[in-house]
């Protein structure tokens, strides 16, 4: 407990630090509550390089940023690959091949060597620009690979560690165990079945753990954000899609197209499937949505709530309104430790009763005894 603590109070000092930089360069551009909106937007979003922290020299006004870049990939006119240090945040034009592009709010623009944007007079915060194939290794990649390279390191280890024990958990396997087997006995086979669960089994592990560590992650000094992003909650979701359509059986698609079975003839039902058939159909795309915007928009709005917390410090200036504001904070950063490993339970609970729907299997033999 003193250990998690510890992590916590760091933290937030470090995201304080940060905020306290911010607002620093933002002094004279305007109101401090812009400048935490701004603040908490630019924590929201990607990056092209991987910044913990930053600092402001109170003598000469300059911003120090503490971090390191990452490979920039586009798609334009060949394929250019630099460093994202080119961009110093920013703050200059970097340049590849005779092409120049710019980074604007977290967005690759190409422009010309004065780095000049034309902007949509209907969208006047939105640049006119042409934007190259982004396939850049960004914060949220990195993230991603390390959290996979985590899980397959920590496993393997398990598994070597079960196999050498008896199949008796030694170290950290003995906090793990007890998770797999929940995942197996209570969320796999209660919502699939003995009979067709290990085939989910291995996606369903991977996506707990995989949402639980990122999540993690995002309550770490690190202020990494991947579970916020709606590009990682979609390409998730989508996998869910596919397997769930991809493994269907035909009692599953005939439930989708003949919801009302062999009971009625066809022309007594035709104007009920008129609405029920659409309806089906727009279910296959509306679960896996719900899978999206669930995860997306609690992870997210967790961020937006400990953000504005910790803006309020600057805000009020005060003893009383201060430490408030971190005692507020401090709770909120706790809470959300629960809240990463219920987001990831929901995620999997929902993908394994989507994969229940899609794989069931309907005893015709016995009815058709039964109807005689």
Same mark, same amino acid.
């Given at each position: 407990?003193?250990?998690?603590?510890?992590?916590?109070?760091?933290?937030?000092?470090?995201?304080?630090?940060?905020?306290?930089?911010?607002?620093?360069?933002?002094?004279?551009?305007?109101d401090?509550?812009?400048?935490?909106? /701004?603040?908490? $937007?630019?924590?929201?979003?990607?990056?092209?390089?991987?910044?913990?922290?930053?600092?402001?020299?109170?003598e000469?006004?300059e911003?120090? %940023?503490?971090?390191?870049?990452?490979?920039?990939?586009?798609?334009?006119?060949?394929?250019?690959?630099?460093?994202?240090?080119?961009?110093?945040?920013?703050e200059?034009?970097?340049? *590849?091949?005779?092409?120049?592009?710019?980074?604007?709010?977290?967005?690759?623009?190409?422009?010309?060597?004065?780095?000049?944007?034309?902007?949509d007079?209907?969208?006047?915060?939105?640049?006119?620009?042409?934007?190259p194939?982004?396939?850049?290794? !960004?914060? *949220?990649?990195?993230?991603?690979?390390?959290?996979?390279?985590?899980?397959?390191?920590?496993?393997?280890?398990?598994?070597? *560690?079960?196999?050498?024990?008896?199949?008796? @958990?030694?170290?950290?396997?003995?906090?793990? /165990?007890?998770?797999?087997?929940?995942?197996?006995?209570?969320?796999?086979?209660?919502?699939?079945?003995?009979?067709?669960?290990?085939?989910?089994?291995?996606?369903?592990? !991977?996506?707990?753990?995989?949402?639980?560590?990122?999540?993690?992650?995002?309550?770490?000094?690190?202020?990494?954000?991947?579970?916020?992003?709606?590009?990682? !909650?979609?390409?998730?979701?989508?996998?869910v899609?596919?397997?769930?359509?991809? !493994?269907?059986?035909?009692?599953?698609?005939? %439930?989708i197209?003949?919801?009302l079975?062999?009971?009625? @003839?066809?022309?007594?039902?035709?104007?009920?499937y008129?609405?029920?058939?659409?309806?089906?159909?727009?279910?296959?795309?509306?679960?896996?949505?719900?899978?999206?915007?669930?995860?997306?928009?609690?992870?997210?709005?967790?961020h937006?709530?400990?953000?504005?917390?910790?803006?309020?410090?600057?805000?009020?200036?005060?003893?009383?309104?201060?430490?408030?504001?971190?005692?507020?904070?401090?709770?909120? *950063?706790?809470?959300?430790?629960?809240?990463?490993?219920?987001?990831?339970?929901?995620?999997?609970?929902?993908?394994?009763?989507?994969?229940?729907?899609?794989?069931?299997?309907?005893?015709?033999?016995? /009815?058709?005894? $039964?109807?005689?």
């Open positions: 407990m003193h250990r998690k603590i510890t992590v916590k109070t760091i933290t937030l000092l470090m995201l304080l630090l940060t905020f306290t930089a911010f607002a620093s360069e933002g002094e004279g551009k305007g401090m509550k812009t400048e935490i909106k /701004e603040y908490i $937007e630019h924590h929201l979003q990607d990056s092209h390089d991987f910044n913990l922290m930053a600092s402001t020299d109170e000469t006004g911003v120090h %940023h503490y971090g390191f870049p990452l490979p920039v990939i586009l798609v334009d006119d060949g394929l250019q690959v630099f460093m994202s240090s080119k961009f110093h945040h920013g200059t034009i970097a340049e *590849s091949n005779g092409n120049y592009y710019k980074l604007y709010h977290g967005k690759i623009y190409k422009t010309d060597a004065e780095g000049t944007l034309t902007y007079p209907e969208h006047p915060k939105h640049p006119s620009n042409v934007r194939l982004d396939l850049s290794i !960004t914060k *949220s990649v990195v993230m991603m690979l390390v959290t996979g390279l985590l899980l397959i390191w920590l496993f393997r280890s398990l598994a070597k *560690s079960y196999a050498k024990n008896g199949s008796i @958990p030694k170290g950290i396997g003995r906090f793990f /165990e007890p998770i797999v087997l929940y995942i197996r006995d209570d969320i796999a086979i209660a919502n699939i079945g003995e009979k067709k669960y290990k085939r989910y089994m291995p996606f369903l592990l !991977t996506v707990f753990f995989f949402v639980w560590f990122l999540n993690m992650f995002g309550l770490t000094p690190l202020g990494v954000n991947v579970t916020g992003n709606i590009a990682v !909650t979609a390409a998730l979701a989508v996998i899609f596919l397997l769930t359509n991809f !493994t269907g059986t035909k009692d599953y698609w005939k %439930h197209f003949d919801p079975g062999d009971g009625m @003839p066809w022309f007594g039902k035709a104007i009920i008129i609405i029920l058939i659409p309806i089906e159909i727009l279910g296959l795309f509306i679960k896996p949505f719900a899978l999206m915007i669930r995860l997306y928009a609690n992870m997210t709005a967790g937006v709530v400990l953000m504005s917390l910790i803006g309020l410090i600057f805000i009020f200036k005060s003893w009383v309104g201060g430490p408030l504001s971190f005692g507020l904070s401090f709770a909120i *950063s706790l809470i959300e430790v629960f809240v990463a490993l219920l987001q990831a339970y929901i995620f999997t609970m929902l993908s394994a009763l989507y994969f229940g729907f899609a794989s069931e299997e309907h005893d015709h033999d016995h /009815e058709h005894v $039964e109807a005689h």
